[in-house]
């Protein structure tokens, strides 16, 4: 098995590092590429790249669209059996890529799949356990209606046949917060996810990330995103719309307390 590893870049020098090593240490019964498409950073980002010297990584330094477009260019250029990405700040857990093969492998019908992420700050640190928790409640009795209503999918601990994604179709560039989550819609209703109980990424939040300014409009996309697929299903619309409202007062509240 081939493991292909995405990871859109843009002035992310400060984690970059944290980050190669997470992938590049990882070892296992499988082949390993990691794809770095980064979008001309002017941060040490390329020389960093460049002092790598690793012959399972590849990278480009250039303009793109944002995040979306970087991803997709990844997946294009991709040729394992399993893809996924990884963000220049995330983390792989260790033993991640070997229990994810040793998944597929003992399931040849499984198309995708999820496991336990952990959120970290800026210094590795475990935070939120709160919210982990949460979402690995979810996670153990997932359904595709319950995945309309919220999206409790971290996405550094999802991973699919590359086959597969290429069936459904590549990343929305429409989306800056949400193509995530638009990508599990669009798989779950093709394919329910093997949801496997080990710990896969950790998530980071910092002052620069998207995730770390935590503000309305990413939640609300969330919910344009869902209304795309909810149907005639008036009541996981609602219901999505009321966990908005919660998700948003929860992380404000975590703002003030200053965690």
């Not at 098995?1 to 990871?7: A, G």
């Not at 997470?22 to 390993?32: K, V």
């Not at 250029?77 to 229990?99: E, F, K, S």
Request: glycine share 6%; aromatic share 10%; net charge positive.
């Amino acid at each position: 098995m081939k493991f292909s590893i995405i990871t859109p870049s843009f002035n992310q020098r400060a984690f970059l590092a944290r980050t190669a090593r997470s992938i590049l240490s990882q070892t296992g019964d499988f082949e390993l590429e990691w794809i770095v498409v980064d979008a001309a950073s002017t941060d040490g980002t390329l020389e960093l790249l460049q002092s790598l010297r690793d012959p399972r990584m590849t990278f480009a330094s250039e303009p793109d669209r944002g995040q979306s477009h970087a991803i997709n260019k990844g997946l294009a250029a991709a040729c394992g059996d399993v893809v996924a990405w990884l963000n220049a700040d995330d983390l792989y857990a260790p033993g991640a890529l070997a229990a994810v093969a040793a998944a597929f492998i003992a399931h040849p019908g499984c198309q995708w799949l999820v496991g336990r992420c952990q959120i970290i700050d800026e210094h590795d640190r475990p935070i939120r356990s709160a919210i982990t928790r949460y979402k690995e409640r979810f996670l153990a009795r997932y359904s595709y209606r319950q995945l309309l209503r919220e999206n409790f999918m971290s996405q550094p601990a999802v991973f699919w046949r590359r086959a597969f994604g290429q069936a459904i179709g590549p990343v929305d560039e429409s989306l800056h917060f949400t193509m995530d989550y638009d990508l599990w819609l669009r798989m779950g209703k093709t394919a329910a996810p093997l949801i496997i109980d080990a710990p896969l990424a950790q998530f980071r939040v910092h002052a620069a990330s998207k995730s770390g300014r935590v503000n309305r409009r990413q939640f609300d996309e969330g919910y344009e995103v869902a209304c795309r697929y909810c149907d005639a299903d008036g009541v996981s619309r609602i219901a999505h719309r009321l966990n908005v409202e919660k998700i948003v007062w929860t992380y404000r509240m975590l703002r003030l307390m200053g965690r």
